[in-house]
């Protein structure tokens, strides 16, 4: 297990994530163009989505799966009431609010990572789990307005959106749009229609994985310098962009370890508690909640938790499913 854990560090995915965040270090002009990056994420959703939904359409519906997909929505939902009473004090209720969100919901490259982790050591996991991630996008968003909301003397003077907009922005989001319909749609075809696009979502993976993580390592390296203009300081930001992956991935640890759980799916719950949104819940807040300062929370999850959970975060979490599990 210990040759697992190293060999995450010197994966190609993660080493070219670290060459983005060299690149950016020494001002080399290493850039991924905008429509570029935009396409290797809707591969990467499509890829992953497709490949899930036709796992779903090989196994069986049981009283196992609907138990997963209800503990990472239970997860989804309950993630955000803490965080934003942890960090409330520090932050202020709105970027409480949207850190809390931002922390429910999840990151699908993480998950993406950790599904090529388990891969790369032959250690199963089950095409439900994409169905899991598609499902903890849109509770954390809800949730966290809601204690918004209760902080304040009314939705109406809150808030710039109703919650009837806020929920279709977070359904209808591009991102969420795409995995949910590729799972439905890699569902519906099942195997024979992997058959025909085998090449695309299989092979092809990892090296457009390469490429969407080096791009990811220089966005992330340019959003550090957003922490020195945020509102809050930056050894807080330093201090909960650290801590709350470890405090969500202890509470999902209980519960696989309540339940369970195998040892690929335990990882990728841990992982999906442990990541936060960079992508589909700022989209939300900046409709729901325009009060809530982006280079707060935005910083915390893309800079700070994103590349802990890549570089420390997977393998640590999966050492500790073994000694729990």
């Avoid at 990151?107 to 993406?112: G, K, N, P």
């Avoid at 050591?121 to 991630?133: D, H, L």
């Avoid at 099942?190 to 993580?213: N, T």
């Avoid at 992330?220 to 962009?241: H, I, N, P, Q, Y």
Wanted: with cysteine; net charge negative.
């Amino acid at each position: 297990m210990e040759s697992l854990f190293f060999s995450n560090l010197t994966s190609p995915p993660l080493l070219f994530f670290l060459l983005g965040v060299f690149a950016v270090v020494i001002r080399s002009d290493l850039d991924v163009p905008d429509q570029v990056a935009k396409f290797l994420s809707l591969y990467l959703l499509f890829a992953i989505g497709f490949k899930g939904g036709v796992a779903i359409a090989e196994s069986e519906l049981s009283m196992v799966v609907g138990r997963d997909l209800l503990m990472a929505t239970a997860l989804s939902a309950i993630i955000p009431f803490y965080v934003f009473f942890l960090v409330k004090r520090q932050f202020g209720a709105a970027n409480a609010a949207a850190t809390a969100a931002t922390y429910g919901s999840i990151s699908a490259v993480t998950f993406v990572t950790a599904i090529s982790y388990l891969d790369a050591g032959k250690i199963e996991w089950s095409g439900y789990m994409v169905a899991a991630m598609a499902l903890m996008e849109s509770p954390a968003i809800i949730v966290g307005l809601l204690l918004y909301y209760r902080s304040q003397s009314g939705p109406a003077e809150s808030s710039g959106a109703t919650m009837g907009e806020m929920i279709h922005e977070s359904l209808s989001n591009g991102s969420v749009l795409l995995i949910v319909g590729s799972l439905v749609i890699g569902w519906i075809s099942g195997p024979a229609g992997l058959a025909q696009v085998d090449l695309l979502v299989k092979d092809l993976f990892i090296g457009v994985l390469c490429l969407f993580l080096l791009d990811m390592g220089i966005v992330a390296a340019r959003r550090l310098r957003d922490l020195g203009t945020a509102e809050v300081k930056v050894s807080m930001l330093l201090f909960w962009g650290l801590i709350l992956p470890l405090i969500n991935a202890i509470v999902a640890l209980a519960l696989v370890f309540a339940f369970d759980v195998p040892e690929g799916n335990a990882l990728l719950l841990v992982v999906l508690a442990a990541s936060g949104s960079y992508i589909a819940v700022p989209a939300a807040m900046r409709l729901a909640l325009p009060q809530a300062n982006p280079s707060v929370y935005l910083p915390m999850s893309l800079a700070i938790s994103f590349p802990f959970n890549l570089v420390i975060g997977i393998p640590l979490y999966h050492q500790l499913i073994n000694w729990l599990v």
